[in-house]
């Protein structure tokens, strides 16, 4: 950081310019305000310490002519005669601090400090926005690094093919804004998007939900309804969690993609429909298949491409996009003017491992901007369990597998090894007690010993 001391007084000069040097910072000083207007032609200072009583132009002059050549730069005056009009008018100017005489050199340094802090996180915050201009037009997907450069290159390529696609991905990873990307690049862009989330439903509320139902088809059908698949005629649909649907409905949902005709619930004539479907999943689609949870004959019919969204923590590179992006989305949208976030609150966030992904983090910034009041994000603005893993070393916590393998062991112990009473308070089935003792090494003598 470059800082410039102008006082009209050596003395004061020197020693001004030896109390802020002592951070680090490179100080030059200058007797007038003309000197130092001079030199910003060629320099660019990150703070101005100035004094209001100077020879030709004074302190509030200088100030203003500053700010109109370099605007960025932090200015604390300094007076022997402050009142609080002449102080309010400083800050008004543009001042950051305004300090009266006698000067404790103590405070000076701590100010320039301060400043100095606030000129970094607006320059930090300014880089940032310039590294998220590239990407605009993707809306809420925010991303520099390879793993998303790559899912928006995919995006460009399946977009106009209409052709089916899976997202899978983690949940908070953006499969909803990857499906509603890929439609808004599609021949279909101008027709309806429609999402439906399979998960938590019967088979027969979603049946009624997509496909619709005639007046009369079941007690309380007064009306017939239009289902969710009829109203995106010509558009895209998007079958969020369709790992959790039934089979039988799994089926059914292949009819239609094959056949590209409904039956409405209760109804007898087929209605066609030009639909494109995509798919998405928290779960590993192709093992669900392999566990007989999911129809293989729809997870190749849906599968002609898959997208596979990265969790936040193995894409670190965008956490400080993400950051900068929803600090200015909520900054804008509750009407604040904070000017950042406090490094040690952005060390923070850097540090955390996000297991709700990009959804978690976008929670985590909206809530801080929002409890925030002071004039920018600090600390105590984020989560309490925050705090508690930023302090703990990263090398110190074990993994939910070590966690597993301790409690299984502790248990076992506990019962003597007695497999039926350890499977009850496991809540696990025999075989899969024994395959986990098997995977961490426990021994098998102790059990035949504890039956016999």
């Not at 059908?221 to 039934?246: C, N, W």
């Not at 392999?290 to 670190?316: C, Q, T």
């Not at 019962?415 to 809540?427: F, H, P, R, V």
């Amino acid at each position: 950081m470059r800082i410039a001391v102008v006082d009209d007084e050596p003395i004061v000069r020197k020693r001004l310019s030896a109390e802020l040097s002592k951070d680090g910072s490179s100080v030059d000083t200058y007797g007038t305000g003309e000197a130092l207007l001079e030199d910003l032609e060629s320099k660019l200072f990150d703070l101005v310490v100035l004094d209001v009583v100077l020879p030709g132009m004074n302190g509030t002059e200088v100030l203003r002519k500053i700010k109109e050549s370099s605007p960025d730069t932090e200015i604390i005056l300094i007076t022997g005669y402050a009142s609080i009009d002449s102080a309010i008018e400083a800050v008004k100017a543009g001042a950051f601090y305004y300090l009266s005489k006698p000067l404790r050199l103590a405070d000076v340094r701590h100010l320039a400090r301060q400043a100095l802090e606030y000129r970094r996180v607006l320059r930090e915050n300014s880089q940032l926005k310039a590294q998220l201009d590239p990407i605009e037009g993707w809306g809420e997907m925010v991303g520099g690094g390879n793993s998303m450069k790559d899912i928006f290159l995919a995006i460009r390529k399946v977009a106009p093919l209409d052709c089916s696609i899976i997202i899978q991905g983690e949940s908070g990873t953006g499969k909803e804004l990857v499906a509603r990307a890929i439609h808004r690049q599609s021949a279909r862009k101008d027709r309806p998007f429609v999402a439906f989330n399979c998960a938590g439903f019967t088979e027969e509320l979603i049946a009624s939900e997509l496909f619709g139902y005639e007046r009369g088809a079941f007690t309380g059908a007064t009306m017939t309804k239009i289902g969710i698949l009829e109203t995106a005629h010509r558009g895209t649909v998007l079958m969020d969690e369709i790992a959790d649907m039934p089979l039988t409905m799994q089926a059914k949902l292949l009819r239609v993609i094959q056949e590209k005709q409904i039956l409405r619930v209760g109804g007898s004539r087929p209605i066609s429909l030009d639909l494109r479907f995509l798919a998405a999943s928290n779960k590993d689609l192709k093992r669900a298949v392999g566990d007989g949870r999911f129809r293989e004959d729809l997870y190749f019919r849906l599968n002609v491409v898959k997208i596979e969204l990265p969790r936040l923590r193995d894409r670190k590179e965008d956490i400080p996009l993400l950051i900068n992006y929803f600090f200015s989305r909520y900054n804008g949208k509750f009407r604040k003017n904070l000017a950042g976030i406090h490094p040690q609150a952005r060390e923070i966030l850097l540090n955390y491992t996000y297991p709700g992904n990009v959804r978690e983090l976008e929670n985590i910034i909206e809530r801080a901007v929002a409890l925030a009041e002071r004039d920018m994000v600090m600390t105590d603005d984020l989560p309490e369990d925050l705090w508690t893993y930023s302090v703990t070393p990263l090398s110190e916590w074990i993994t939910l597998e070590d966690h597993e393998r301790e409690y299984i062991g502790k248990v076992l112990a506990a019962t003597d090894y007695n497999m039926g009473k350890a499977s009850e308070i496991l809540c696990l089935p025999r075989t899969t007690l024994w395959r986990k003792m098997k995977k961490y090494g426990f021994s098998k003598k102790r059990v035949a010993l504890a039956e016999d």
